[in-house]
């Protein structure tokens, strides 16, 4: 029974996630766009609410900023000074905040860390629906920015590490 749950799990968070990723294209039908987002919240607050033996999560509070022009004009110094060429979000997030930069709490999200069968899924939540899941978003850890290198590489040792293991399972198995 347990095994079934956790596969019935595993299978839910797969479609969301590869549905989650399909949202990010162009070409939507506006409709079908706002009912797979839904489907994407339902399942997850279902996550959240059930909280399943076989599902590990984690939520971090991703604040939403306003930036004032003064803090976007250092980012944009910093950045005109780097030879490395990196987003503009990397140097937001290394400017320290000035009074005039103002954060805006109903637009911040929760990210939704899941890991099932040795997965991990990633689903951002806006906060009105996690605190109906009874969550204290106030509390939360907040999401340390990660630049985009750094986060690839790691998600690539992670996929050779996972394939190298099914591969000697395979030999094994030849």
């Known amino acids: 029974m347990q095994e079934q749950k956790e596969m019935l799990w595993y299978r839910m968070l797969s479609i969301i996630d590869k549905l989650n990723r399909q949202l990010k294209e162009d070409g939507w039908i506006y ?3 706002r009912n797979a987002y839904a489907l994407k919240d339902q399942v997850v607050q279902k996550l959240l609410q059930e909280k399943p033996d076989c599902v590990q999560t984690a939520l971090y509070l991703v604040p939403y900023i306003r930036y004032s022009m003064a803090t976007k004009d250092k980012a944009g110094a910093m950045m005109r000074r780097d ?10 997030a290394r400017v320290e905040l000035s009074p005039a930069d103002v954060e805006v709490p109903e637009k911040a999200n929760v990210e939704v860390i899941a890991k099932c069968m040795n997965d991990t899924f990633s689903f951002h939540m806006p906060l009105p629906q996690i605190e ?3 969550f204290d978003t106030a509390s939360l850890p907040r999401k340390e920015w990660i630049n985009a290198p750094d986060f690839f590489h790691a998600s690539y040792l992670s996929a050779k590490e996972q394939i190298d293991q099914a591969l000697a ?3 094994a198995l030849s």
């Not at 030879?83 to 937001?92: A, D, H, Q």
């Open 31 to 33: 409709e079908d766009e």
């Open 83 to 92: 030879s490395v060429k990196r987003p503009f979000e990397y140097y937001l």
């Open 132 to 134: 109906a899941c009874g």
């Open 169 to 171: 399972e395979l030999d």
